[in-house]
């Protein structure tokens, strides 16, 4: 079992900059790949990013790709999604989310989807607005 709680969300305007830290309890986080996803009013839930369990590879949406950065720190149990160069339509509520099993093989395109996520946190609010 996991439990993820998400922080560092709030408003912020356009061209800012947050970051959002996601810590998760359990001796295992280091076995699991992360990803944080997003979802605005009337949305559906969406891909933002994702890193494996080596922290070798990240994956990024394209709407999001160069100007965010995810990483984790395995010895804090932590996972983080710097965002800069934040637009109003980042604006939702943004979730981490660890898969299952532990060292999992799923592919890049798997990761891209929330099936292999089995643990989720609450969520933190991004507002960005002038």
């Known amino acids: 079992q996991v439990q993820l709680v998400e922080s560092g969300g709030g408003l912020v305007q356009p061209g800012g900059s947050l970051r959002l830290s996601c810590a998760a309890s359990?001796?295992?986080?280091?076995?699991?790949?992360m990803g944080w996803f997003r979802q605005a009013p009337g949305k559906e839930r969406e891909f933002v990013a994702a890193?494996?369990?080596?922290?070798?590879?990240?994956y990024y949406a394209d709407s999001v790709k160069g100007r965010f950065t995810i990483s984790r720190d395995n010895a804090k149990n932590t996972v983080y999604l710097q965002m800069n160069s934040l637009k109003p339509e980042d604006t939702a509520v943004y979730y981490c989310?660890?898969?299952?099993?532990?060292?999992?093989?799923?592919?890049?395109?798997?990761?891209?989807?929330?099936?292999?996520?089995?643990?989720w946190g609450q969520g933190t609010q991004v507002t960005v607005s002038s």
């Open positions: 989310a660890a898969d299952s099993p532990p060292y999992s093989a799923y592919s890049a395109y798997e990761l891209y989807s929330i099936d292999p996520y089995d643990y």
């Open positions: 890193i494996r369990w080596t922290g070798v590879n990240t």
């Open positions: 359990g001796r295992t986080f280091s076995s699991y790949n």
